[in-house]
């Protein structure tokens, strides 16, 4: 048996579809096809990561209605709930090995634009932790290297203010 993680994005009314309206026309991809996207990216890099099952949506006159990401689970859980249950040490480490992974996704040219320790999820095998990203409907790639660009400084900017949150 294998666990699941569907994710939805409704649109159902023309209120919703005009809130959205750059983001739910034949002109943009919907949310679900970029996770998706970044899901195919971390898989075809060789990194640990939510397997993606399913990606489909419903359109009419190529307007986005509904759009649905159906992912393998990933048996973690988030960075802010793992943090805030652990001591101080354990903490430090696992913030390590976060900090570690971020550097890792941005050398390979991975920019999130939506890192939160929420869509981090992590879990400790044999001492060492494993942290894999999800929910990135904003991702971009930049070219490998030094990761001194202008997405990747605010990639972890906001990933040192969510730390900050809780104390770390």
Same mark, same amino acid.
């Not at 579809?17 to 919907?30: E, Q």
């Given at each position: @048996? @294998?666990?699941?993680?569907?994710?939805?994005?409704?649109?159902? *009314?023309?209120? #919703?579809?005009?809130?959205?309206?750059?983001?739910?026309?034949?002109?943009?991809?919907?949310?679900?096809? &970029?996770?998706?996207?970044?899901?195919?990216?971390?898989?075809?890099?060789?990194?640990?990561?939510?397997?993606? !099952?399913?990606?489909?949506?419903?359109?009419?006159?190529?307007?986005?209605?509904?759009?649905?990401?159906?992912?393998?689970?990933?048996?973690?859980?988030?960075?802010?709930?793992?943090?805030?249950?652990?001591? =101080? &040490? #354990?903490?430090?480490?696992?913030?390590?090995?976060? =900090?570690?992974?971020?550097?890792?996704?941005?050398?390979?040219?991975?920019? /999130?634009?939506? !890192?939160?320790?929420?869509?981090?999820? $992590? =879990?400790?095998?044999?001492? $060492?932790?494993?942290?894999?990203?999800?929910?990135?409907?904003?991702?971009?790639?930049?070219?490998?290297? &030094?990761? @001194? /660009?202008?997405?990747?400084?605010?990639? =972890?900017?906001?990933?040192? &203010?969510?730390?900050? *949150?809780?104390?770390?």
């Amino acid at each position: @048996t @294998t666990n699941v993680y569907i994710k939805t994005y409704d649109y159902p *009314t023309p209120g #919703d579809r005009r809130r959205g309206f750059g983001r739910t026309t034949w002109l943009a991809r919907s949310r679900a096809h &970029a996770e998706w996207a970044a899901l195919e990216w971390f898989e075809n890099q060789g990194l640990e990561g939510a397997r993606g !099952l399913l990606v489909a949506e419903r359109r009419r006159f190529g307007v986005l209605r509904r759009a649905v990401l159906v992912t393998e689970a990933w048996r973690g859980r988030p960075a802010n709930e793992a943090l805030a249950a652990m001591s =101080r &040490a #354990d903490g430090d480490e696992l913030v390590a090995a976060i =900090r570690a992974k971020v550097a890792e996704w941005h050398a390979r040219g991975f920019r /999130d634009r939506n !890192l939160d320790l929420r869509n981090l999820l $992590v =879990r400790r095998l044999d001492g $060492v932790w494993s942290v894999v990203k999800i929910d990135s409907p904003r991702w971009r790639l930049r070219s490998g290297g &030094a990761p @001194t /660009d202008r997405l990747a400084r605010s990639d =972890r900017a906001r990933l040192d &203010a969510d730390l900050a *949150t809780i104390g770390y």
